[in-house]
């Protein structure tokens, strides 16, 4: 199929695209990457009349490394954050979720911030977004506020933004130098949606942890962050309760069944991939102090 007509905006500069939106309401789509947004339109799943395309924005594909943060601008593909040297350094944990984003050919045109503004809880960075306290820069008619990625998202594919309301950066949050973090997930295929994934943030000081935790990719309706403290709060990274912190995650994750996986299976593989991602961020761990 081929997408319904569409009117077409090319904005130049922010304040250009937020009176396009403002103007046409929600009849009207921002297109960025268009790695999510395209295949919509072609299977008429999303209808809008008219598109708002910020490729030619000035100001929206820097990358930016601060104390505290990394900020994406819209613009940034995922490509380009990924070989970011000193994003990779500042948040380890970015490279290690963008490697799992769908193939190389789709992340050299999406957009990592884009992936965030269309709220798919099957893809990896609103799951990155959530566990590192990232804040949503957006601007609108009434001019620009920020917005916690925990509150952002209220809904699959759906988020606080307003219709006339552009995100125009994302500032991921910066762990302490104490701070473990680790990715997996598991796919039918490489390159497909993930069945599910799972981030991690360990805390510790030497070998003892002081807290954990976790969010989720493709088993949670929404990005939200698991607590891991309750099962491994004072442990050692050496002597791992992992059936403990498999349990918490059986509780905590909530996937649908479709024609990939039941949700039984999707629950079970949430807590094995937590258990596989510990063990590996404790052995790397290990490694590294040797």
Same mark, same amino acid.
């Given at each position: ?180 973090? $680790?990715? &997996?997930?598991?796919? %039918?295929?490489?390159? @497909?949606?993930? !069945?599910?994934? +799972? /981030?991690?943030? =360990?805390? *510790? ?23 891991? $403290?309750? &099962?491994?709060?004072? %442990?050692?990274?050496? @002597?791992?309760? !992992?059936?403990? +912190? /498999?349990?918490? =995650?059986? *509780? ?39």
């Amino acid at each position: 199929m081929k997408p319904a007509p569409f009117v077409h905006h090319a904005p130049r500069s922010v304040e250009e695209a937020v009176a396009a939106l403002a103007e046409v309401g929600h009849d009207g789509k921002v297109l960025a990457g268009g790695q999510s947004l395209i295949p919509l339109l072609s299977m008429r799943l999303a209808s809008p009349g008219h598109l708002v395309d910020i490729a030619g924005v000035a100001g929206l594909d820097t990358v930016e490394v601060a104390d505290r943060h990394v900020r994406v601008g819209a613009m940034v593909r995922h490509a380009g954050l990924e070989r970011h040297t000193g994003a990779a350094a500042a948040l380890p944990l970015l490279r290690l979720a963008l490697h799992h984003v769908a193939h190389p050919a789709i992340r050299t045109r999406g957009t990592t911030v884009g992936s965030i503004a269309h709220a798919d809880p099957s893809g990896e960075m609103p799951a990155i977004a959530v566990l590192t306290d990232a804040v949503v820069e957006a601007v609108g008619p009434g001019g620009a506020r920020e917005v916690a990625a925990a509150d952002f998202f209220v809904g699959p594919l759906e988020t606080t933004l307003a219709p006339d309301e552009l995100v125009v950066a994302v500032r991921f949050g910066r762990f302490t130098a104490t701070t473990r973090t $680790g990715f &997996a997930e598991s796919a %039918r295929r490489s390159g @497909d949606y993930a !069945l599910a994934g +799972v /981030a991690l943030a =360990v805390d *510790a000081d030497g070998d003892q942890i002081t807290s954990a935790r976790a969010s989720f990719v493709s088993v949670t309706p929404v990005p939200d962050v698991l607590d891991l $403290g309750p &099962a491994l709060a004072g %442990r050692s990274l050496h @002597d791992l309760p !992992l059936d403990a +912190v /498999a349990e918490l =995650v059986l *509780a905590h994750v909530d996937p649908e069944s479709d024609i990939h996986a039941p949700a039984e299976y999707r629950r079970m593989l949430a807590a094995e991939l937590t258990r596989r991602a510990l063990t590996t961020l404790a052995h790397d761990t290990t490694e590294g102090a040797a």
